[in-house]
């Protein structure tokens, strides 16, 4: 069975900086693109950025230049380096990790880290 837990999200004012970790664990998977979505109060679920195996980045326009998506392949793990936050970026972080895993392609979500921005 695999799991996908994200951590390092709180409360931080606005300008300041935060890093989230997601991690995928299990046994005989492999880590294709993992990314990162965000779902504000009221408002649907939006891709954040996401990575893959080789590297690859995209984000979306609301965080391009602020945030910063990277991986550990060896640790199945993808960061999210969040800078000059806004109170805009409020929101449930949920990491999305592409697996295949007993040759079948899926995709796992992990439980969501809460991110507020406030003064």
């Known amino acids: 069975q695999v799991q996908v837990v994200e951590s390092g999200g709180g409360l931080v004012q606005p300008g300041g900086s935060l890093r989230l970790s997601c991690t995928a664990s299990g046994r005989d998977f492999t880590a294709h693109v993992m990314g990162w979505f965000r779902q504000a109060p009221g408002k649907e679920r939006e891709s954040v950025a996401h990575i893959t195996r080789g590297g690859s980045r995209e984000y979306s326009q609301s965080v391009r230049g602020r945030f910063t998506i990277t991986r550990d392949n060896a640790k199945n793990t993808v960061y999210l380096q969040m800078n000059a936050l806004k109170d805009e970026d409020t929101a449930i972080y949920y990491c999305?990790?592409?697996?295949?895993?007993?040759?079948?392609?899926?995709?796992?979500w992990g439980q969501g880290t809460r991110v507020t921005v406030s003064s």
């Open positions: 999305k990790a592409a697996l295949t895993t007993a040759g079948v392609l899926g995709d796992y």
